[in-house]
């Protein structure tokens, strides 16, 4: 594991977007895997304005995102396609076709589910895994349980996480109960992990996934046993550690 210190958010977003710009500079067709969420957004507005000013190229890039809503059609403004293109995709240079979420909208979620493993594996795999941390140390939608749910799976959301997402929706009743999330077996697979992690309300959960054991209790905890897992975290996160 490497720890990359940055000093605030906005330097964490640069140490970030710096090792995603190295991942499509070193590899034209990479596979990101990307996220969502409000940690991301530096990131995705940082690569936004090195590709305007013709420093990064994502015209051979792929992407394939953690999770979907189940429900949302990519129209709905809180759809996390949405999110992706109206935060990224739109403003960079990346095929629109070469862009993958699950499909919320399915009418069978099993096979929905099977066929987003099946995808990330005809691209090659994931060569790039870019990851926030859930308040409860989740990754993707892989929330506490019993065991680590291996592949791309339906969750049914936890009420906390609904309360805690209920901020981006008029009402509370209208966040989606279940999502399409990417497993922790199809995260893990990645070939490079980088989990990034900002603020002080983010310490204490970061110092548990790192340094605790590893267990279903606590999603994020996994990633200690990945090979290559790049952390890139500020110093108001990384206080406790
Ligand atoms: C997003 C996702 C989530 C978030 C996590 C952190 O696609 O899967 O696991 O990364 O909830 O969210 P923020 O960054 O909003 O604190």
Redesign the pocket.
Known sequence: MRIIKAKTYGDMSRKAANVISAQVILKNNCVLGL??????LGIYQQLIEWYQKGDIDFSGARSV???EYVGLAGSHEQS?RHYMDTNFFQHINIKQENTHLPNGMTENIEEECDQYDALIESLGGIDLQL????HKG????NEPDEAFEKLTHCVRLKETTRKANARFFEKEDQVPKKAITMGIKSIMQAKRIVLCVSGAHKAEILNQVLTGPVTPALPGSILQMHPNLTVVADEEALHLL
Do not use: C, K, M, Q
């Open positions: 996220a969502t969420g409000a940690t991301v995102n953690l999770d996390y990851l926030g941390l859930g989740h990754i993707g939608f």
